[in-house]
C-alpha cells in the first residue's frame, strides 16, 4: 500500500511540473532586456527576389503587466499579417518587419508591418 501512495504521490508531483518543462514555441521570439528593449527586424528571409514596396500597413499588440498588485496580464491587438494588410489596403504581401518595443517587462508594444502592393 505505501509503495502505491509513494508512486501516486510521485506521479502527481511530476504532473504538477509538466507546465515548467514545456515551453510555448512562438513564431517569433525577440531577445528581452531588463530595462528597455527596442527590437526590430525582417519576418521574411528570401530576399533573392524580393521586390521593393512603397505601401505598407501595420497592426501592433499591446501588452500590460501588474507585477504589485494582482500579478495579472494584460494583452489586446492584433499584431498579424492578415491585420496589417488591411490596414494598408495591401492586395498582396511582399515581406514583413516586426518591431518590438519592452519596458521593464511591464509594458510592451508589438508591431508588425507588411509591405506590398
Known sequence: MRHAIAVLAVG??????????VQYITPVRPP?????????????????KTPVCDKRGSSSTYYFRD????????????????????AG?????EYADYEALTIFGIWGKFTVTAYGN
Not at 89 to 93: D, F, K, R
Open 32 to 48: 528581452t532586456g531588463f530595462f528597455i528593449t527596442n527590437v526590430e527586424a525582417p519576418l521574411s528571409v528570401n530576399f533573392s
Open 12 to 21: 502527481m508531483i511530476l504532473f504538477t511540473l509538466t507546465g515548467c518543462a
Open 89 to 93: 489596403n495591401l492586395a498582396t504581401v
Open 67 to 86: 507585477p504589485i498588485f494582482t500579478g495579472l496580464d494584460f494583452a489586446w491587438g492584433e499584431a498579424d499579417l492578415k491585420s496589417a494588410a488591411a
